[in-house]
């Protein structure tokens, strides 16, 4: 580790004939799986993954090396390789003298890596049979249960040098189900940034019967009519629509580059007056939160939309010494094999006032989303498409029948602007989220939103 070795004689070796940032990342993660199929255990997998990433900035382009021998001589040496394609005068590197631990958002009561892995072979076990168990339409069950324990430190000149220990845990279980209608399936998923204890909010008999219950019943939906209408969509979908409507386009890298709508509308509506936005890695507990990101940055509530008008975009220490700013904490990689990019942590639309039950009541005859599939966005356009994975008809303000393979088409600044009520509540969703090849651990999270004339399209 960096705090073993060296550090400052490294990074001035780094730093040696040039360059305005120099920077090493540590990462060391003891994961375990487990997953169960076809009603047996298919795989058990555990390990220890270590390493160190060596990043040079120097006239605006960038140099990365890595290697998992961890030594100082190993380091010492591949830094002096990666010297030689900075131009410039050399400068020494100046570190605080001891690395300042992150205290993140997060209270890990117990370390999952302190249960037996029986343990959490009978989860899995478990979540099959009570999913097989809701009806014998139930075809195939996949469970799984993951967990990572990552500690990362981060120096870099000028002036960096801090640690976090970061705790994930996971279930999943996926159903399918079917008949001679043909094959539905039902997903649930729980976890966060939390130990053992997370499975007093996550019940894994609740994570099963929402999957199976809803690969079941979506069997005897119906199709929705086509074309615009008002869409509800319930704080239990998560937050897909802004993690993909907004999110990704006001990560600055793709905002300069040209690559999202999103790239001159600092200063002006972008959404409706009742929505406002922020992406927050200090949420205790969700799957994106941490104490420093992966450049050292202290984790950050970032306002991006505030009343409607965007005030501002994700930031890593690159895109911010480009603009002559500040980082906003947005700096993350997949691991120590990869350079980090601005990325999404918790992005939130914030609760209003109305109550859920009454955004509902409000509509004659719309859909009403409770869970939200897969999708595609163009950042460049801001067009999307978005599959429900649960559906229902409203009809004279009460959810009616379900519907199945549905989906949600528009355009993000303009779907945005069509949210004419924002309820009191609060949902959250998790998942990984890629981008450029890489994939890091991301929550999202939304209120119940209507959207309002001229209307989403529904397929």
């Given at each position: 580790?960096?705090?073993e070795m060296r550090t400052e ?32 255990v298919e795989r058990v997998l ?136 043909g094959l539905t399936m039902g ?273």
């Amino acid at each position: 580790m960096l705090s073993e070795m060296r550090t400052e004689t490294v990074l001035s070796a780094l730093l040696s004939r040039g360059g305005e940032y120099g920077e090493l990342f540590y990462e060391e993660v003891k994961s375990l799986s487990v997953q169960r199929e076809d009603e047996k255990v298919e795989r058990v997998l555990s390990g220890t993954d270590a390493g160190i990433g060596i990043r040079l900035l120097s006239r605006e382009k960038t140099y990365y090396a890595f290697t998992n021998e961890c030594d100082e001589r190993t380091v010492l040496s591949l830094a002096r390789d990666l010297s030689r394609y900075a131009s410039g005068d050399g400068v020494p590197a100046v570190l605080p003298a001891t690395p300042h631990a992150a205290r993140g958002p997060s209270v890990v009561r117990v370390s999952p890596g302190s249960r037996e892995v029986e343990e959490k072979v009978a989860l899995v076990t478990g979540m099959d049979r009570i999913a097989r168990g809701i009806s014998r339409e139930i075809r195939q069950v996949r469970a799984m249960y993951g967990e990572a324990e990552r500690r990362i430190e981060v120096a870099a000149h000028p002036g960096v040098f801090a640690t976090d220990a970061q705790t994930f845990t996971l279930l999943t279980v996926q159903c399918v189900a079917g008949n001679g209608s043909g094959l539905t399936m039902g997903y649930e998923t729980g976890g966060g940034t939390s130990g053992w204890e997370f499975l007093e909010e996550f019940l894994p008999e609740t994570l099963a019967g929402k999957a199976a219950g809803r690969a079941v019943r979506a069997l005897s939906a119906g199709r929705v009519g086509g074309g615009r209408m008002p869409v509800v969509l319930s704080s239990e979908a998560g937050g897909t629509m802004v993690h993909e409507a907004i999110g990704h386009g006001l990560e600055a890298d793709l905002a300069r580059r040209g690559m999202s709508v999103y790239r001159d509308s600092l200063g002006q509506q972008v959404a409706s007056p009742l929505v406002s936005i922020v992406d927050d890695a200090t949420v205790p507990g969700k799957r994106g939160s941490f104490g420093i990101d992966d450049e050292g940055t202290a984790g950050h509530r970032t306002v991006l939309v505030s009343g409607g008008v965007l005030k501002g975009f994700l930031y890593d220490r690159l895109q911010a010494m480009r603009e002559e700013g500040q980082s906003t904490g947005n700096g993350r990689r997949e691991s120590y094999r990869h350079k980090p990019i601005p990325r999404m942590t918790n992005t939130i639309i914030l609760p209003g006032k109305t109550p859920p039950d009454d955004i509902v009541r409000s509509v004659d005859r719309g859909l009403l989303v409770r869970k939200m599939g897969g999708g595609q966005v163009n950042t460049v356009t801001g067009d999307f498409m978005f599959e429900v994975a649960e559906g229902y008809r409203i009809e004279n303000g009460r959810q009616g029948e379900p519907v199945r393979g549905a989906t949600i088409t528009g355009n993000g600044p303009e779907a945005l602007s069509m949210i004419d009520m924002v309820g009191s509540d609060l949902g959250f969703g998790l998942g990984t989220c890629g981008k450029e090849g890489q994939g890091v651990p991301v929550g999202d999270a939304q209120p119940t939103l209507r959207f309002g004339p001229p209307y989403l399209t529904v397929g």
